[in-house]
């Protein structure tokens, strides 16, 4: 195992697929080097997995679902799943240190959000599966309906690096709690807690075969939407990447699920709670660096209260500690990889071009090494700016003025993603109204990415298809027979 130095304890790990409860080599022993984004080095390896490896963990898996996992009491079910979750949390200061090491994110951030939410996911489904039932209806004395609940099959899991224990798991507990078996990709460049995730189910009492995953590039996860014993993908990704999936799994007709991306409007107007606003604002543009599906980044200000907002968001930006990500005090650490870090300064250069003003930042962070951002504000962009419409994905927002409701509502819908919105009014009227015609799967009224597990969550248009979150993970996971009976 190769370890780097950092300001911890735990040392980062050479990362294996996991195939029938065992971590397993490439056939051909082909791995790649696994970069820390914060400081340049090198973590360790990871194996490139093709289609034989994908091929093994489809055949496991497949076998599994047959096996002791898909005849077990759902009480037990319940409590292996219930466990990983436990162990999610025992292994809190291991695997918050490992996201760290491989996202750049500050150490708080994966504490606080990404491994208590691992868990939570867990738990939350534990609870959750004991209680779904299915549609029963008397028909007058002629007959009896009655749906009986089954497993999708083989589910393939394939996941993006901005919160990948987060993300996986969000998945992989419904799937196991409906009985599923899944092989699981994880992004290229995020995988380290997936690897210790797949040996904590097997630790929990997860049958071998049951949990599989497969490293590689997009070519791996190409290979598991392609495999023809595979029932269903759940993506969380890129739209165009979803597109790719989307085509690959045609043939073999799969069911999907896809989270894809966001460009998702902030609209405040002048009667909302300023302190809210502005406290709310910092982390839905500036949060894990911007790096999260829903951040806030075209932000939408009534003129009344345009300048104001302005002189306090910028205010509150410029306090933003940019750097070491294992500093407690940090609060935007590095992007992911050079070739993310270089897409998202492209975007700074185009800014530049349509003439946009930047209020902060504009530029890489004064930082030695690593893959740093300065949290950079721009305003003076018009509509059809790039910047405005194109998913950065970064520490990166635009700042537009409006006059009427009329106006900031045509601006917010006139773009192809529709993943989610934050509105930010005192007017409950105009908040209910308004919130029905945001083109979003998720709109917050003075908040922003306020989570009950329980709710539908996904996005239209080009930002997904399905929803995830309670019923609607189970039913995506499972398939109903309606059963008839005549009296
Ligand atoms: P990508 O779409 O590039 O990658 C996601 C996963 O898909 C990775 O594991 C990747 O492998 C894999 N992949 C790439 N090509 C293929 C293919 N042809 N077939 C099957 N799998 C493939 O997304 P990013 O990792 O860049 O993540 C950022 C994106 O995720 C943003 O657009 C963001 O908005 C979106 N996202 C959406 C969320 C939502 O809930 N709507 C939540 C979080 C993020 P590899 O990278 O290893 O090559």
Same mark, same amino acid.
């Not at 409590?79 to 436990?86: P, Q, S």
């Not at 071998?208 to 590689?216: L, P, Q, S, T």
């Not at 030695?368 to 951002?373: N, R, T, W």
């Not at 029905?436 to 009224?445: L, N, R, S, T």
């Given at each position: 195992?190769?370890t780097?130095?950092?300001k911890? #304890?735990?040392?980062?790990? /050479?990362?294996s697929h996991y195939?029938?409860?065992k971590y397993?080599p490439?056939?051909?022993?082909?791995?790649?080097e696994?970069?820390n984004?914060a400081?340049e080095?090198?973590?360790?390896?990871?194996?490139?997995?093709?289609?034989? #490896?994908? /091929?093994?963990?489809v055949k496991?898996?497949r076998?599994?679902?047959k096996?002791?996992w898909g005849?077990?009491?759902?009480?037990k079910?319940s409590?292996?799943?219930?466990?990983?979750?436990?162990l999610?949390?025992?292994?809190?200061?291991?695997l918050a240190?490992? #996201?760290?090491?491989?996202?750049?994110?500050?150490?708080w951030?994966?504490?606080s959000?990404?491994?208590e939410r691992?868990?939570y996911n867990?738990?939350?489904?534990?609870?959750y599966?004991?209680?779904?039932?299915?549609?029963?209806?008397?028909q /007058?004395?002629?007959?009896i309906?009655?749906a009986?609940?089954?497993?999708?099959?083989?589910?393939?899991?394939?996941?993006p690096?901005?919160?990948?224990?987060l993300?996986?798991t969000?998945?992989?507990?419904p799937?196991?709690?409906?009985? =599923?078996t899944?092989?699981?990709?994880?992004?290229?460049?995020?995988?380290m807690?997936?690897?210790v995730?797949a040996?904590?189910?097997?630790?929990?009492?997860?049958p071998?075969?049951?949990? =599989?995953?497969?490293?590689?590039f997009?070519?791996?996860?190409?290979?598991?939407?392609?495999h023809?014993?595979v029932d269903?993908?759940?993506f969380?990704?890129?739209t165009?990447?979803?597109?790719?999936i989307m085509?690959s799994?045609?043939?073999?007709?799969?069911?999907?699920?896809?989270?894809?991306?966001g460009k998702n409007?902030?609209?405040?107007f002048?009667?909302?709670?300023?302190?809210d606003v502005?406290?709310?604002?910092?982390?839905?543009?500036?949060?894990n660096?911007?790096?999260?599906?829903?951040?806030?980044s075209?932000?939408?200000?009534?003129?009344?209260?345009?300048? #104001?907002?302005?002189?306090?968001?910028?205010?509150k930006t410029k306090e933003?500690?940019v750097?070491d990500?294992?500093?407690?005090? +940090?609060n935007?650490?590095?992007?992911?990889s050079e070739?993310?870090?270089?897409?998202?300064?492209?975007?700074l250069?185009?800014?530049k071009?349509?003439?946009?003003?930047?209020l902060?930042g504009?530029?890489?962070?004064?930082?030695?090494?690593?893959?740093?951002?300065?949290p950079t504000i721009?305003?003076?962009?018009?509509?059809?700016?790039?910047?405005?419409?194109?998913?950065?994905?970064?520490?990166?927002?635009?700042?537009?003025?409006f006059e +009427?409701?009329?106006?900031?509502?045509e601006?917010v819908? /006139?773009?192809?993603?529709?993943?989610?919105a934050?509105?930010? +009014?005192?007017?409950?009227k105009?908040a209910t109204?308004?919130s029905?015609?945001?083109?979003?799967?998720?709109?917050?009224?003075n908040?922003?990415?306020l989570?009950?597990?329980r709710t539908?969550?996904?996005g239209?248009?080009?930002?997904?298809?399905g929803?995830e979150g309670g019923a609607?993970?189970?039913?995506?996971y499972?398939?109903l027979?309606?059963? +008839?009976?005549?009296?």
């Open positions: 195992m190769q780097t130095e950092t911890t #304890e735990v040392k980062p790990i /050479d990362c195939i029938d409860g397993v490439s056939g051909n022993g082909k791995t790649f696994n970069v984004p400081t080095e090198v973590l360790g390896t990871v194996a490139v997995g093709g289609k034989d #490896e994908v /091929d093994q963990a496991v898996a076998k599994a679902l096996g002791e005849n077990m009491p759902i009480r079910r409590a292996i799943i219930r466990k990983i979750g436990d999610i949390l025992e292994r809190k200061p291991e240190t490992l #996201e760290t090491l491989d996202t750049g994110k500050p150490l951030l994966s504490n959000v990404d491994i691992a868990a867990f738990h939350f489904f534990a609870d599966m004991t209680s779904v039932g299915t549609e029963s209806y008397q /007058d004395d002629i007959a309906h009655y009986v609940r089954r497993p999708t099959g083989v589910v393939g899991l394939i996941n690096w901005n919160l990948p224990l993300l996986m969000w998945k992989l507990a799937a196991l709690a409906a009985g =599923n899944v092989v699981m990709k994880p992004s290229e460049v995020t995988p807690t997936a690897t995730l040996q904590i189910c097997t630790d929990a009492g997860v071998d075969g049951v949990v =599989n995953m497969v490293h590689g997009g070519e791996t996860g190409a290979a598991i939407t392609a023809e014993e269903a993908i759940a969380t990704g890129e165009v990447t979803g597109t790719a085509k799994a045609a043939p073999t007709l799969k069911k999907l699920s896809f989270e894809l991306g409007p902030n609209i405040i002048g009667d909302a709670n300023l302190d502005i406290e709310t604002t910092m982390k839905s543009s500036f949060i660096q911007g790096e999260v599906c829903l951040c806030g075209r932000i939408y200000v009534e003129r009344s209260i345009y300048d #104001e907002f302005l002189e306090r968001f910028v205010a933003l500690k750097g990500p294992f500093e407690q005090d +940090t935007v650490g590095a992007l992911v070739e993310h870090y270089k897409k998202v300064l492209s975007y250069d185009i800014a071009e349509e003439g946009g003003t930047f902060t504009g530029k890489a962070a004064d930082v030695d090494k690593g893959y740093f951002v300065e721009i305003t003076d962009l018009g509509r059809e700016s790039r910047c405005v419409r194109e998913e950065i994905f970064g520490p990166v927002v635009t700042v537009i003025p +009427t409701e009329e106006e900031v509502m601006q819908n /006139d773009t192809h993603y529709g993943l989610s934050s509105l930010w +009014t005192t007017d409950i105009r109204r308004l029905a015609e945001i083109e979003a799967g998720m709109v917050w009224v908040t922003w990415f989570r009950d597990l539908p969550f996904g239209m248009k080009h930002s997904g298809i929803r609607h993970s189970f039913d995506f499972s398939e027979t309606n059963v +008839t009976v005549k009296l």
